[in-house]
């Protein structure tokens, strides 16, 4: 049974950074796509980055040149690297990985960010 847990989300004020970690357990996924969506109150959940398995990366425009997405294959962790957070990165953070049967998804992390 595939897993993925996350952590790093919280509170920060505007212009402040926030990392995210999602860790997958029940097989080695270094191939496997993984990522981030979120969600933010009463919209839909849109992809904000993603990561091949051989480290080819894409972003979200709103993110791009403010987050990096990143992999450790050894650990089977993927991290999101927040930098200059606005109040419109307000939302629940989604991992994911893609499998060939599915897609799995983390339990979901709030991070706030205060203006």
């Known amino acids: 049974q595939v897993q993925l847990v996350e952590s790093g989300g919280g509170l920060v004020q505007a212009g402040g950074s926030l990392r995210l970690s999602c860790a997958a357990s029940?097989?080695?996924?270094?191939?496997?796509?993984m990522g981030w969506y979120r969600q933010a109150p009463g919209k839909q959940r849109d992809l904000v980055a993603h990561i091949s398995g051989g480290g080819r990366t894409n972003y979200a425009d709103s993110v791009k040149g403010r987050f990096t997405i990143s992999r450790d294959n050894a650990k089977n962790t993927v991290y999101l690297q927040m930098n200059s957070l606005n109040a419109e990165d307000t939302a629940v953070y989604y991992c994911f990985i893609n499998l060939p049967s599915t897609t799995y998804w983390g339990q979901g992390t709030q991070v706030t960010v205060s203006s």
């Open positions: 029940g097989s080695s996924f270094s191939i496997n796509p």
